[in-house]
């Protein structure tokens, strides 16, 4: 069974703020794919980053950057520098990479307020 | 502008109603699903399309009931409902459902309905 566990469920911060989002994972696969996901307040789900079990490189995109630890099972998300924009729900996902691999499974979210 | 485009954005509906959420994607995408989420939670699948052939039905109640007329459109097609059912209801696609576990879902942005 394939289980994600976000266990902030919110944060609050003032803008220009670094911020960690955690994320721990459980699978009994060698390999899969994790991802994260940032739900607005306008509903959809924003596609952020996709990283695979092999590749265990950390990640910048602006101000965002992951950090995949196989060894520990995480895939934390951090945002540096904060802005108002950056409020929003965020979801960890991880989905099998063969066989019956349709299923996303998310954690529960951390909502994230930045405040002016 | 979103890729997959669902409407109605908002729709509320009596018990007795029969009603419609429509969603359509120009990506050439191969996969669709419906996804219900409820507030403050994760989306949790529905149903999935693979070339437009109902792939995956987890277990929802007959009173939903999916169509995908063609490789661009997926309808959820609404009866009978319940109070319960209440929630946003998103539209998802991706390129391949016999792809590795990579493929990466884009969402739209949801239709919310409201059953009274």
């Known amino acids: 069974a394939q289980k994600v566990t976000q266990a902030q469920t919110e944060i609050s911060v003032v803008e220009k703020e670094d911020v960690t989002l955690d994320c721990v994972y459980e699978t009994r696969d060698t390999t899969y794919y994790l991802f994260w996901y940032k739900q607005p307040p306008s509903g959809e789900l924003v596609f952020l980053i996709r990283r695979n079990s092999f590749d265990e490189q950390n990640e910048i995109s602006g101000r965002y950057s992951w950090n995949f630890q196989k060894s520990t099972s995480s895939f934390n998300f951090t945002i540096t520098a904060s802005q108002v924009v950056d409020s929003a729900v965020y979801f960890c996902a991880l989905r099998r990479s063969g066989g019956s691999n349709y299923k996303l499974t998310f954690g529960k979210g951390t909502l994230l307020t930045v405040n002016p | 502008d979103t890729e997959v485009t669902q409407t109605p954005k908002h729709l509320v509906m009596g018990m007795t109603n029969k009603k419609s959420l429509k969603c359509e994607q120009h990506?050439?995408?191969?996969?669709m699903y419906w996804y219900k989420q409820k507030a403050k939670k994760p989306p949790e699948l529905m149903f999935v399309y693979s070339y437009e052939k109902l792939s995956i039905n987890e277990s929802v109640p007959s009173r939903f009931s999916p169509e995908c007329p063609n490789s661009s459109l997926l309808n959820l097609h609404l009866h009978a409902l319940q109070p319960e059912d209440s929630a946003l209801y998103l539209c998802a696609s991706s390129q391949d459902l016999k792809l590795s576990g990579a493929n990466v879902l884009t969402f739209g942005a949801g239709s919310r309905l409201t059953v009274l």
């Open positions: 990506m050439g995408h191969r996969a």
